[in-house]
């Protein structure tokens, strides 16, 4: 079966644990601290493997984590570094964040990587903390989480050329000619329930083409196999509209999904089209392509038989000539980087009333120190209120009437405030 969508949930790494340790040599009495720094957690990543062509892995798997840091040591030593976790896509996978709908990243060219969560930093161990006035500090940080996002996993294959076309207009029958490709045929419709590629030679070259599940009139809404259809056809440079000799309205067919092309998409409606009407081996083809032509306003229109061969070699000759014409596409290698994980980090906040005695603090940096202190510790508690003061938070709590009592969260944290 073919899988071209797919949910995940990744989780980058949590920092490491800060070390909380002191000098200790003959001699020397009065050493100091020297606890030293948590690793970073391990980050992850999606990365195009140009053997994959199908999502079918993350029907079973669907959770990713990846290492956590090592905590710090004693005499400065620093943790280990979480191990990275790659997770390997095939090349056309567009990546979105399943909670925003925000496009993270389009991967689309052989090893290309898209980092997805950051791991958390390390926290400081207590030499980190040491001043003229606090020469023995008790406490280290803890280390930050890692990022944690569910991701959705668009696969759009990725051709030279798409065949559209009616249920039984002869799509797979033609891939299969002119390709070592085996698409399902058989007389009733809907035989081809997922996409097909093959890989065709004509003149001493070769192009990719594509066979799509046929289009009925409302696929632009899902309608048949309609949305899963449209999506793969976005990603070819060129289209053959393969028309059924033996429909009572081939005209009607055509305008039918042009239209159901331009509903779902303005820009797919202006792929260029090449049109060829199948089963030449009935009687009365060549007419029916004459009318055709008039009725339809076209200046070529190829008729071939996919069963016979009749035609299919001046056709794909026409579809190369056209592609030489054609802007080819290249996708940019650039990494793409998930606006949430930059370096820099957000230091503004915003303080709101949840309900009576209960506020929420939010911010990106404050809610990762809040993250990182260790609350049983009085001195890194009494090192968190001082960085509520110096940030301003402190002030805007008064004036927002925060009273002893009341509760203030934080991330994950639930504070009483004094």
């Not at 050493?31 to 957690?41: E, V």
């Not at 390997?88 to 964040?97: E, F, I, Q, S």
């Not at 891939?175 to 007389?187: F, G, M, N």
């Not at 990762?368 to 805007?396: C, H, K, N, S, Y």
Request: aromatic content about 6%; some cysteine.
């Amino acid at each position: 079966m073919f899988f071209d969508r797919a949910t995940i949930n990744v989780r980058a790494g949590a920092g490491g644990d800060g070390c909380i340790s002191f000098r200790r040599e003959k001699y020397v009495p009065f050493g100091g601290p020297n606890g030293g720094h948590g690793g970073r957690g391990g980050s992850v990543y999606l990365q195009v493997n140009d053997q994959l062509n199908t999502l079918m892995a993350f029907n079973r798997r669907q959770h990713f984590r990846a290492e956590k840091g090592a905590a710090g040591g004693g005499s400065g030593k620093r943790g280990r570094s979480g191990e990275d976790l790659y997770i390997d896509v095939p090349a056309g996978t567009v990546v979105r964040n399943a909670e925003t709908g925000e496009v993270l990243g389009d991967l689309s060219v052989p090893g290309q990587v898209l980092l997805v969560a950051r791991g958390g930093r390390g926290g400081r161990g207590n030499e980190a903390f040491k001043t003229s006035t606090r020469q023995a500090p008790q406490f280290a940080e803890k280390g930050a989480p890692g990022q944690e996002y569910r991701l959705e996993l668009e696969l759009k294959l990725i051709a030279d050329v798409g065949l559209l076309g009616k249920p039984n207009a002869g799509k797979s029958t033609l891939l299969s000619r002119v390709s070592a490709a085996r698409p399902k045929i058989a007389d009733y419709p809907f035989t081809t329930l997922d996409p097909h590629l093959g890989v065709v030679e004509v003149d001493q070259r070769t192009l990719v083409m594509a066979d799509i599940p046929g289009l009925i009139e409302g696929a632009h809404e899902g309608a048949g196999l309609g949305l899963q259809f449209l999506r793969h056809v976005e990603r070819t440079r060129l289209l053959i509209h393969l028309l059924d000799g033996a429909s009572l309205d081939p005209a009607s067919d055509y305008r039918a999904i042009n239209r159901e092309i331009a509903l779902y998409s303005p820009d797919l409606a202006q792929k260029p089209q090449i049109v060829a009407l199948n089963k030449a081996d009935l009687p009365d083809v060549e007419l029916m392509r004459d009318l055709l032509l008039d009725e339809l306003a076209l200046d070529e229109m190829y008729v071939i038989s996919a069963v016979t061969g009749q035609g299919v070699l001046e056709l794909l000759r026409a579809v190369a000539e056209r592609l030489d014409a054609l802007p080819k596409h290249e996708p940019s290698a650039e990494m793409y980087v998930f606006r949430p994980l930059k370096e820099a980090e957000e230091t503004s906040f915003t303080i709101t009333k949840v309900e009576e005695g209960v506020y929420r603090l939010s911010g990106e940096e404050i809610e990762r120190l809040a993250a990182m202190t260790p609350w049983t510790v009085e001195e890194a508690v009494e090192r968190f209120d001082r960085i509520l003061v110096a940030r301003g938070i402190t002030r805007q709590m008064d004036e927002l009437g925060v009273d002893t009592g009341d509760t203030v969260l934080i991330g994950d944290i639930e504070l009483e405030w004094q």
